[in-house]
């Protein structure tokens, strides 16, 4: 008999609603999710179904409008902006389609900045920076800019940023999407052994080839999980 | 041709389409050039614009020194030196004089200058109207003529035209107008709005001791100047030898006119017209990092110009020709505004700078305006048009990842900021230099008290007043009915009143050789008793003036405290005696008790060290003291209330003994020391203006970098956020960015603050040009200044949505 173990992340009924002027506009409605801790989920949709909006609920760069987001067994959707940031800070890694490196900080920097933000030392820092590029097989472009690094090498430091800190879990929005398929298929084989090695991955994809990577796959249309979802589905 | 009028309207289309940003540029450029070019304008007027005489450059004044010193000529100095001269062509004397001129109006004291002859020759200048003054008439008893002014016989006989012939009475005497002057003499050498011949006597012209006149001398062709001194050098070596009483000490010395009319003020006005040249580099400064931002956000229509084959010239022309447009129109509506910026600068400036009233817009100020809108668009244009046009078009055509910085940490832009701030901390330690001066020279004791006075001049026409008993006689009269008047509270007469230019001569204490070289020049005040009593002078030992000090009683003076110190260097000078004015008529010389000491006043101006000054009591001045003083006495009364309402007083008082003498000057001390300082104010608050304005463009500058800078951050300020970063954290980074910025611009203003306000040390009182805390004060306030402009947009900064980071566009 499997103990029941409470998942890293649980949301229940959650919805977004973006406010303007004239119109409302219901991004997410009545999403109830659960990711534990080692699985590799992947989520999934047409354009505008929400994707993004659900991973920026899920990075607690945003709050839901209505519902409950708890991680790690803390109740995280009343945060306040500070609060969410220290959260996001401890628990999470990113990685962004845009790989979104800061030009004119070298890779050790940019990798650094989470830990900085976090408040770590110095020392603890710089360990920290050289194990999670060594991870990635860049230690030896620690000191260059990101213009000076392809394509593939600028996600590869992207992800070194997002493991430095030893995140609860990494949300990667669409991490190939700027790659050619040798480049993207590099990148996906560092997130499966950063799987294997027990992280926890969410990610968001349109790439089919990438669907099968994951051990769950959720799909989002107009903002509602599709009628398939949340099943396991495991993966040999 | 074609391509530039395509190029102008298809700027005019893109300003129109921008009307924020364009009118912004439009107006600040107005302002700057408008106050620059009101600024030049009077410069130039006073500094540049030539004198309205032929060959003004040539036109020498011939001075005496005494003792290294400049200072005027005797009569009989100018008749011995013009007749053994033989390189000048001419060589004229004259003096300032003031005349009561009496027409069917009432009678007014008017600034004249009696002049010899052969003056308007010298000028080379001839008359609208009439004729100018023959040798025949320069001689007494044929000196009854007069020519007037253009403002003068405007304004006073209403541009009669059938004025030749007719007569007026000047000083009583009757004298026929021969001559009316053109108007581009309206700028006058001594402010006279008349010319009278000298009609020296031969009394005058053997006379070698008496130094009030200014000569002016033109040498004959092909003479050089240094020829011309080494004559004058022999003639007053010869002079010495001939004159050896009068005439110790002194040499001549020949400098240019043009040039010292307006050495007091050349400092001044260029001061002034730098630092409003620095406020349109500010500006400058400004605008281009605004159309550096513009032309980063029209990256992409560059791009396709080039791409459809567009050389780089073509790019680069039509960046100019934009800036051009933005600067001519900048410059038109500069140009008006100096119009009304050349009035209120003529309108509110010190009196006695000369030539201010000729100020205006006119052709050579017109070219300056356009020459100076056409650096400013180049200046502000060639930088962005360079950038714009190195843009690879593939570079804004292809899409891709991107890294988040785009133009962020733009170098150009820092060093335009750190520029603005480095010329603003110049022109702040400056203004804040000149106000510490005026504050300080403000807190100066004149020695005396300036409230609740007024003063006023009457002057007695020879021509009624022959001799010096009738002069004596007429003031004491005067002095008489002042002092008993109702609704004085004190009242006296003095030759002349504090910051009133007057007379010196040379005493000699006794116990000194008699001879020039003990002599002691100290200035001379003839008084009445009451003087100290209504100017409240301390009395510091001895005593004042009693109606017992009177002719034929012992003769007395009273001296100040620096005389004091001279005369008679730590001794008591009451009792002792001094030797001044005319001697005994054994010829021995004329001692004098000193009978009090006073304290010493300000009679130079406020900055300048206090004299020596000895005082005689009006019974008892010399006869010959009524010709060194022009027969004129300043009427001085005290008040409780309003000094103003003395007027009728002195008025009546005047009026009681001769009904046809004007009183003229009437102000009240405060008036003029406040007239006094009025060069110094207003440079002071014209800098401080400009520093002011200094200060707001450097801010605008300031925050323009750091908003555009969050701008264009946006993405890298969401990714931030993103990993992490609290919105704290985030502002903090921004405004170290603005104040990093600000510190680089300190650092280099206060280095060239250190250079550049030496220059202003002639302008300074009683304050350093690098005085540490002006300087701190500048610095401290722009760094304020420009941390909370930085503030502003440090805000929006920490407020971003880092949702943003997952957007991808």
Redesign the interface.
């Known amino acids: 008999m499997a103990l029941a173990i409470d998942p890293l992340i649980r949301l229940a009924g959650v919805s977004k609603i973006f406010h303007t002027k004239e119109v409302e506009t219901h991004a997410l409605s009545g999403i109830d999710l659960e990711i534990r801790a080692g699985e590799y989920v992947v989520i999934s949709g047409p354009s505008g179904c929400g994707k993004?909006t659900l991973?920026?609920l899920l990075?607690l760069?945003?709050s839901p409008s209505e519902g409950s987001y708890v991680l790690a067994g803390e109740p995280v959707s009343s945060l306040t902006?500070?609060q969410r940031?220290?959260v996001?800070?401890?628990t999470i890694g990113?990685i962004?389609?845009?790989?979104?490196?800061?030009?004119?900080l070298t890779v050790f920097q940019n990798v650094e900045?989470?830990l900085k933000?976090?408040g770590m030392r110095g020392a603890e820092r710089r360990g920290a920076v050289h194990e999670a590029l060594e991870r990635v097989g860049l230690l030896h472009r620690i000191h260059h800019y990101?213009?000076q690094l392809s394509?593939g090498q600028?996600q590869r430091v992207a992800v070194a940023?997002a493991v430095a800190g030893h995140p609860l879990v990494l949300l990667a929005?669409?991490p190939t999407?700027?790659l050619d398929s040798q480049n993207g298929s590099q990148v996906m084989d560092l997130l499966a052994e950063l799987h294997q090695q027990g992280a926890t991955i969410c990610m968001v994809t349109h790439d089919p080839r990438y669907l099968k990577q994951a051990q769950r796959t959720i799909y989002l249309f107009d903002g509602r999980l599709d009628g398939r979802g949340p099943f396991h589905r495991e993966v040999a | 041709m074609d391509t530039l009028l395509r190029d102008f309207r298809l700027a005019v289309r893109s300003l129109r389409r921008s009307p924020t940003f364009s009118l912004a540029v439009i107006l600040t450029l107005a302002l700057c050039i408008g106050a620059t070019t009101s600024i030049f304008s009077v410069v130039y007027a006073v500094l540049f614009r030539r004198l309205p005489y032929t060959d003004p450059s040539g036109i020498l004044l011939v001075r005496e020194t005494w003792r290294g010193q400049p200072g005027s000529f005797s009569v009989g100095n100018w008749a011995d030196t013009k007749r053994a001269d033989q390189l000048f062509q001419h060589l004229v004397p004259l003096r300032g004089t003031r005349l009561n001129l009496a027409t069917e109006n009432a009678p007014e004291n008017v600034d004249a200058a009696r002049v010899g002859s052969d003056f308007f020759d010298l000028l080379g200048v001839r008359p609208a109207l009439g004729r100018v003054f023959q040798p025949e008439e320069d001689r007494p008893g044929s000196d009854n003529v007069v020519i007037l002014s253009d403002r003068l016989w405007r304004e006073r006989f209403g541009a009669d035209r059938g004025i030749i012939g007719r007569s007026v009475r000047l000083d009583g005497r009757p004298c026929t107008v021969i001559g009316v002057m053109p108007a581009s003499l309206d700028f006058f050498i001594m402010g006279e709005q008349l010319w009278v011949p000298n009609g020296f006597t031969p009394e005058q012209v053997a006379m070698h001791d008496e130094h009030y006149l200014t000569v002016l001398g033109r040498l004959k062709p092909g003479v050089t100047r240094g020829a011309a001194q080494a004559e004058l050098a022999q003639i007053a070596t010869s002079l010495r030898e001939r004159y050896p009483r009068d005439n110790q000490e002194r040499g001549i010395t020949l400098s240019q006119l043009d040039r010292e009319l307006v050495r007091g003020y050349r400092a001044r006005l260029l001061t002034l017209l730098g630092a409003v040249g620095f406020v349109l580099l500010i500006a400058c400064a400004n605008i281009a990092n605004l159309l550096l931002a513009r032309s980063a956000t029209r990256g992409r229509e560059t791009a396709i110009r080039a791409a459809v084959g567009a050389g780089r010239g073509h790019l680069v022309q039509q960046a100019l020709t934009e800036s051009l447009v933005l600067a001519l129109a900048g410059g038109a509506a500069g140009t008006i505004l100096a119009l009304w910026g050349v009035r209120a600068l003529v309108a509110f400036g010190p009196a006695d700078i000369p030539r201010l009233v000729s100020a205006r817009v006119d052709t050579p100020v017109l070219a300056f305006a356009v020459l100076l809108t056409g650096f400013s668009g180049l200046l502000f244009g060639v930088a962005p048009a360079l950038r714009s046009s190195t843009r690879f078009p593939q570079d804004a055509l292809k899409e891709g990842g991107r890294t988040g910085h785009a133009g962020g940490r733009d170098r150009l832009r820092h060093a335009l900021v750190v520029a603005e701030i480095a010329l603003a901390l110049v022109l702040l330690t400056g203004a804040g230099l000149l106000i510490r001066s005026a504050v300080a020279l403000n807190s100066v004791d004149p020695g005396f008290e300036p409230k609740h006075v007024l003063a006023g001049r009457v002057s007695l026409p020879a021509s009624t007043y022959q001799t010096p008993d009738q002069v004596s006689q007429a003031f004491t009269e005067i002095a008489r009915h002042l002092e008993q008047a109702r609704g004085a509270d004190a009242a006296a007469l003095v030759s002349t009143a504090p910051l009133e230019a007057g007379g010196s001569n040379g005493l000699v204490p006794e116990g000194r050789p008699y001879e020039v070289s003990s002599a002691i020049d100290a200035m001379l005040r003839v008084v009445t008793p009451g003087y100290f009593q209504t100017m409240r002078i301390t009395l510091k030992r001895g005593r004042t003036f009693t109606e017992q000090d009177r002719a034929g009683t012992q003769k007395v003076m009273i001296i100040n405290e620096r005389l004091a110190r001279e005369a008679f260097p730590g001794q008591d000078p009451i009792g002792k005696r001094i030797a001044c004015c005319e001697p005994e008529p054994d010829g021995s010389p004329g001692l004098k008790l000193v009978v009090g000491v006073v304290n010493d006043v300000l009679a130079m101006g406020l900055s300048q060290e206090p004299y020596p000054e000895f005082y005689l009591p009006m019974a008892q001045s010399p006869k010959a003291a009524w010709h060194w003083l022009d027969q004129t006495m300043t009427l001085a009364v005290r008040t409780t209330g309003d000094p103003h309402a003395a007027a009728s007083l002195m008025r009546q008082a005047v009026t009681a003994v001769d009904r046809t003498l004007p009183v003229y000057n009437i102000a009240t001390m405060d008036d003029r020391i406040t007239a006094s300082l009025g060069p110094s104010q207003f440079s002071t608050m014209l800098l401080t203006a400009f520093g002011v304005l200094a200060l707001l463009l450097a801010a605008i500058g300031v925050y323009g970098i750091i908003s555009y800078g969050v701008t264009q951050r946006t993405q890298e300020i969401g990714i931030r956020l993103a990993l992490g970063a609290q919105g704290h954290e985030v502002l903090g980074m921004i405004v170290r960015h603005g104040a990093v910025l600000a510190g680089v611009g300190l650092a280099v203003g206060l280095v060239t603050a250190l250079a550049l306000t030496r220059l202003l040390s002639t302008l300074l009182f009683q304050v350093s040009p690098t005085d540490p805390p002006t300087f701190a004060i500048g610095a401290v306030l722009l760094a304020t200044v420009a941390l909370l402009a930085a503030l502003l947009p440090a805000m929006r900064a920490s407020r971003v949505d880092p949702v943003i980071a997952l957007r991808y566009e």
Do not use: C
């Open positions: 993004t991973l920026s990075g760069l945003d902006p500070a940031a220290r996001r800070a401890r990113f962004f389609q845009a790989f979104n490196l800061i030009g004119d900045l989470p933000y976090r990101p213009g394509g600028q940023r929005d669409e999407g700027n």
